[in-house]
C-alpha cells in the first residue's frame, strides 16, 4: 500500500494523453509560424519526421531530452511546449506540487516555476545510484545547488568536480557536461539556468 508521500507525488503527475495532445498542437503552431516543414524540422533536431508526426498529432510522447532538442530548433524551451497556456511573471510553487517528468531513465525532474515569461529556470532533478546524464551544452548560464547525495559534474576540457549537500556549482552552459550520481543511495539537486533551456 503507497504511502501518503507517495500518493501526493503520484497527484502530481499529469494526464499522459491529454499532455500528449497540448504538446501535439504547440508543436504544429509553433513549427508552422515559423514556416517550416516537418522535415526541415527534423533535420535541425535530429528526430524522423513519422515520429514528429506522431507528435503533433497526440499519439506520441517524447523523452524530455528529445522534446528538448525539439525545443532548441524552433527557438524555445521544453518548458514552454508542455505549459505553452501559461504566461505569469509571478510563479508559486509550494511543497509537494509541481509538475513531475522522467528525465532518462532513473532520473526524474520536477519543474519549480511555472509560465513562459521567466528569465531563469529552477529545476530540482533527483538521480538513483548510477545515474547519468550528458548534455551537449546550451546558451547561458548553469548553477547546481546539492540537495542530498552526492553529484559528479564533469565539463569537457576539466577535471568533474565531485560535489555534496550544500555545494554550489556555477559554470557556463555552453561547455558541454555530465552530470552522474555519485554516492550509493542516488542524490537530488537544485539546478538553475538562465535563460531557460528546458
Known sequence: MPDAAETRKDDRRVDGDAMAANLGAALRRLR?????????LASRCG??????SQLENGKAMPS????HHVAQALNTTAHSLLLPQERLETSLVRHGEGEIYQLVEGASVRFLTRGASH???PNEVAFDPGTATVNLGHEGEEVIYVLEGCLRVGLEGSQPVELNRGDVYTYPATIPHTMTAAGEAGCRFLVVTSPPSF
Open 32 to 40: 508552422k509560424a515559423q514556416g517550416l516543414t516537418l522535415q526541415q
Open 47 to 52: 528526430l524522423s519526421q513519422p515520429f514528429l
Open 64 to 67: 524530455l531530452m528529445a522534446l
Open 119 to 121: 528569465l531563469m529556470e
